[in-house]
């Protein structure tokens, strides 16, 4: 061991150590980062017979060895640290915490408390003279405004939007403040230095929040990932750009008439039918005039004397040295969710469960020109992030879908659609016109589509929404005509006013089964507050039952009736010829569910929905059996003014596509 005498070249202070010389650098740092001696930002340097110093590559000090540095004045020896001439990542990372998770806000993006993950390596590219620009800043809409205000410019990324429109809108942002804010355009002067870019590989995910994630797991209850959400943020961005960025803003807005007023505000973030709400009160108080104008200067990096004109001179030079650059600009973020290992990543987005990922509604040109000929919708016009998802086997999606006429002629037909799932292939959803007498005729109809499925982009954290779906196979060795299928509930469905569809799923389509629509109704037993789902099909081509074929079917159960825009149940009225009815003023396709109180042997029923969805009816088919088969034998009552133990349940569902 030797004294070695470690001097900081732009300090006066010497500090005395005793050190190996055949040590190797690498392990002279370790030595001196227990004495915060040296840190990231200093390197080795040796001096030169000129007297200048030669800074030592961080990568180098492996291999170099203390004496090759050492300086031998007068019988003592020197080392000479100085200050790092370039950044590398890992002081960047340090300085502005490129590792931690992120959220967006109105206040401009959050960095979270912790981290998730720790960066073990990146890629670092200096940016030459294309990092100087000049430009200006305007917003087209409130969500371009939140997208541009948390520092993703140019990335419209799909992945953006979603974490955009998680905190998209806040009550009491409508006012002419927020409004004007939207109107308005900054001039901006940006200078950046360098690219940051990492990808799940570059992480190590950490202790804590692994246990984190393991403990939400555990808990079954969705609300613990919020919890996570506060504590790590949203998403990383993996793709950062440092420097320095000032904003001017460049139109002038008055305030004048603003009055004193307190806001109740809450974050309502608003997917299709989805609203939830993060609340908090705030005192918004303006008591005089303010104007913003072209002197109202934003910074972000670099160094700039306060209360003076900008000096872009002054504020490019201090932006040489790196310890004054910030993040100018993100790209590509990735949800935290997302960059956990498999494992952990699938057992999150189970154990938060289904969800409503989409719906929307699409016309439809249905030509029924041969007796039995179905209809086949493709889901063409579904948004390619959405079609990724579907097709995903780890995202178990199904499909539900309701149909109507869109230009009132259809007196005398009604339409039934079910859905034809293959393996690995995007749902089609299959539609049959039932006419009493034949004729041929084109409808133009309206299809509403709903997609459920495993959040596994996790864009449905914060919704406060659980589905449920009940999936029963029916697969007999001896097929029958109506089959009862026996639904075990953990919720009273009809006391607690739950939502609850029904649909069939097929996942073949040929020559046997084309012409056949299958129909159900759910009935309580009364025993043991069981549920009953009474299923029965029906070939429209020779118009008689059939047995059932081979199909799954799919009950789903939503716990939050707000999901929906309404949710309620209707008795049936009946009109002047005893034909049961329920009216409404909106002409939209309904979800619709009858429910059979009592047991009472009821005639299979279908529904239709007349008007374009402005009524629904109930229907019956003819089955030219003459009376001899089991539904024909058994099942007669219709419902009545006299029996009418039958309740619709109607959801209606807004269009939107959850998922950005």
Not at 597 to 615: A, E, H, L, V
Request: hydrophobic content about 35%.
């Amino acid at each position: 061991m030797s004294s070695i005498f470690v001097k900081n070249i732009d300090e006066k202070k010497l500090k005395l150590y005793h050190l190996d010389l055949i040590d190797n650098l690498s392990n002279i740092r370790k030595e001196l980062e227990k004495h915060n001696t040296i840190n990231d930002i200093l390197s080795f340097s040796k001096k030169s017979p000129e007297n200048e110093f030669a800074e030592i590559e961080r990568e180098h000090e492996e291999k170099l060895l203390l004496k090759d540095i050492i300086d031998n004045v007068n019988s003592c020896n020197y080392l000479y640290l100085t200050k790092n001439s370039r950044a590398n990542w890992n002081i960047l990372n340090k300085k502005c915490k490129l590792d931690y998770g992120r959220t967006m806000s109105f206040d401009g993006i959050k960095k979270a408390n912790n981290r998730a993950f720790i960066m073990k390596n990146c890629e670092l590219t200096e940016i030459n003279a294309e990092g100087y620009k000049k430009g200006e800043l305007e917003f087209e809409s409130k969500e371009d405004w939140m997208k541009k205000t948390n520092l993703f410019l140019d990335d419209d990324d799909i992945n953006v939007m979603n974490f955009v429109n998680l905190g998209i809108s806040i009550k009491g942002l409508k006012d002419e403040n927020f409004n004007n804010e939207i109107k308005s355009t900054y001039r901006y002067t940006e200078l950046g230095k360098v690219i940051v870019k990492f990808n799940r590989e570059n992480l190590e995910l950490t202790d804590d929040f692994k246990d984190d994630i393991r403990d939400a797991i555990g808990s079954k209850d969705p609300r613990k990932f919020r919890e996570i959400i506060k504590e790590y943020g949203q998403f990383i961005p993996t793709e950062i750009i440092l420097g320095g960025r000032v904003y001017f803003k460049d139109v002038k807005i008055s305030l004048e008439n603003s009055a004193d007023n307190s806001v109740e505000s809450s974050v309502n973030a608003s997917f299709g039918p989805f609203n939830f709400k993060i609340g908090y009160n705030s005192n918004n108080t303006r008591k005089k005039s303010k104007f913003y104008s072209s002197n109202h200067m934003k910074l972000l990096g670099g160094k700039h004397p306060d209360d003076e004109n900008f000096d872009e001179k002054a504020w490019i030079e201090s932006l040489e040295d790196y310890q004054n650059w910030d993040c100018i600009e993100f790209k590509n973020p990735i949800s935290i969710f997302q960059l956990l290992p498999d494992d952990l990543r699938k057992e999150s987005f189970v154990s938060i469960g289904k969800r409503i990922l989409y719906t929307s509604t699409e016309d439809y040109n249905y030509d029924l020109y041969e007796l039995g000929r179905h209809g086949t919708f493709e889901l063409r016009n579904i948004p390619e992030n959405i079609l990724e998802i579907i097709l995903n086997e780890e995202a178990d999606c199904d499909a539900f879908a309701t149909v109507i006429d869109a230009d009132e002629v259809s007196t005398n037909v009604f339409f039934n659609c079910q859905i034809l799932r293959k393996p690995k292939a995007k749902p089609n959803i299959i539609i049959h016109g039932i006419q009493e007498e034949f004729q041929k005729c084109k409808y133009k109809l309206k299809i509403k589509i709903m997609i459920i499925g495993y959040d596994i982009n996790f864009n449905f954290i914060l919704s406060d929404t659980i589905v449920q779906l009940n999936k029963e196979v029916y697969d007999p060795e001896s097929p029958c005509l109506f089959n009862n299928m026996k639904l075990q509930l953990e919720h009273e469905l009809i006391t607690g006013n739950i939502p609850f569809l029904g649909f069939p799923i097929l996942d073949n389509l040929d020559s046997s089964n084309n012409s056949i629509i299958i129909g159900h109704n759910f009935c309580n037993t009364q025993s043991d507050d069981k549920f009953r789902i009474d299923t029965f099909s029906y070939c429209i081509k020779n118009k008689f039952y059939v047995n059932l074929p081979k199909f799954t079917f799919c009950t789903l159960i939503i716990l939050n009736s707000n999901t929906f825009n309404s949710c309620e149940s209707f008795p049936f009225k009946f009109n002047k010829w005893k034909k049961p009815f329920i009216d409404f003023k909106e002409s939209n396709p309904k979800y619709i569910s009858l429910y059979c109180s009592k047991d009472n042997n009821y005639n299979p029923i279908f529904t239709s929905q007349r008007g374009r969805g402005k009524q629904i009816c109930i229907e019956y088919v003819n089955c030219n059996c003459n009376k001899t088969c089991f539904i024909c034998m058994n099942k007669t009552s219709k419902i009545s003014t006299k029996q009418n133990d039958i309740e619709c349940k109607i959801f209606s569902l807004s269009d939107g596509i959850i998922m950005n």
